[in-house]
């Protein structure tokens, strides 16, 4: 259950399975991380952001993860996505740096090496850091200097005209410092690029189909810039991105810090209160499906677990994703197999609910094409409107 405080400033959705990789059923980890661990959002009044509430025991099963063979992201090659959201952050980068004369770029979490090989081949001299083995051993078989290690490391020094990282700000513990260092390793005149998850829909509408163990912010474009501007840098660009669904932010030095973030404390709570009724309306609809013997399904795999955490029950339900690698596994802490569109063809299900904000629209074009007489229900259809549904 949900529990709000009297603030309201903390949202607690329960015991959520704690998301690290895709395994085979009958798989076991080989390093030591706990299936399932407590969420809750928390509000950050002086820079107007949403975060996890995380306990120490968490961050250091974090640090575990992002250390382990995983976790690389969409950014690496052969992924479904790479081309999709690499070529448009590639397209923000260059639009950026144009005609600042850029010679030498570092990126933060660098993952599969996707964009350093990018920037690399048009001519700047690159360099990553990332704890994970998966992104050094990419960066030796691309020819690519990779520091395995955590930002900030002493193997990663000096200045650079450009440093940048995506999808590795909602991380941080400390968002504002994190950046702040990276200031310090810019050259004069040098830029700042980020990417990373755009929550502003998701907080707009009181959605927590965002929330990720992994995650502990939550940006949308007020809190991103007052974080960026409270660690010493000017905000030159904001804007979202043209595949997927993350925010792009262009930023460069200034001499002291200035932000603001009074108009966002509102936005914050307001978020806990709509969150608060949209969980105890998807309880009670989902609930009543399964007393009237209703088959459901989840689209969307990961954006469905907060909601079900709410409910304290994963049983019941059948999970559906067409990222290929996916299909016949398991996110740990849930022992439901994956299965794709293909399997939704050949056994329906009688309710199912598509759970992304960002890509609801071609996977209901899709599935509304089976007729099967079920009842889907998108993501935003099920947060804007109190009962508006189509029938497949």
């Not at 397209?91 to 030498?104: C, K, N």
């Not at 309306?281 to 989902?286: A, C, G």
């Not at 209703?294 to 304290?312: E, K, Q």
Request: include cysteine.
């Amino acid at each position: 259950m949900a529990t709000l405080n009297a603030g309201p400033s903390t949202l607690a959705l329960g015991d959520m399975p704690l998301y690290w990789r895709i395994r085979q059923v009958s798989e076991s980890p080989h390093i030591s991380i706990p299936a399932r661990a407590g969420f809750a959002f928390t509000l950050d009044e002086e820079l107007g952001l949403l975060r996890q509430s995380a306990s120490p025991e968490l961050m250091s099963i974090l640090r575990t993860v992002y250390e382990a063979e995983h976790n690389v992201g969409y950014l690496q090659d052969g992924h479904m996505f790479a081309a999709g959201y690499g070529d448009d952050l590639l397209a923000f980068i260059d639009r950026s740096i144009r005609g600042r004369g850029a010679r030498t770029a570092m990126e933060i979490g660098c993952g599969g090496c996707y964009i350093l090989e990018k920037l690399a081949g048009s001519g700047l001299e690159v360099m990553g850091v990332d704890p994970s083995p998966v992104a050094a051993s990419k960066g030796v078989e691309k020819g690519i200097r990779v520091v395995q290690d955590f930002f900030p490391s002493n193997r990663a020094t000096g200045l650079f005209d450009l440093v940048l990282h995506a999808d590795v700000l909602e991380h941080v513990d400390d968002p504002v410092g994190f950046l702040r260092l990276q200031r310090n390793q810019l050259n004069e005149g040098g830029i700042a690029i980020i990417s990373t998850p755009d929550c502003s829909r998701s907080i707009e509408l009181g959605d927590v189909s965002m929330a990720l163990h992994q995650h502990l912010n939550y940006f949308d474009r007020e809190s991103l810039a007052t974080t960026v501007a409270s660690a010493g840098l000017r905000v030159l660009n904001i804007e979202r991105a043209k595949f997927g669904g993350s925010l792009y932010c262009a930023a460069v030095r200034q001499d002291s810090p200035s932000a603001s973030a009074e108009h966002k404390r509102a936005a914050g709570k307001a978020f806990m209160r709509r969150a608060t009724g949209q969980l105890d309306r998807f309880r009670r609809q989902v609930n009543a499906l399964v007393e009237r013997g209703r088959t459901i399904g989840f689209y969307m795999p990961l954006r469905a677990v907060p909601y079900l955490a709410h409910l304290d029950r994963m049983d019941n339900f059948r999970f559906f994703d067409d990222t290929p690698h996916w299909h016949g596994r398991c996110l740990d802490g849930v022992d439901l197999p994956i299965e794709n569109f293909g399997d939704l063809e050949k056994k329906p299900v009688d309710e199912l609910f598509v759970m992304s904000l960002t890509f609801s629209q071609g996977v209901v074009e899709k599935v509304s094409k089976l007729r099967s007489g079920a009842t889907v229900t998108s993501l935003p259809e099920f947060l804007a409107v109190d009962d508006v549904r189509s029938t497949a």
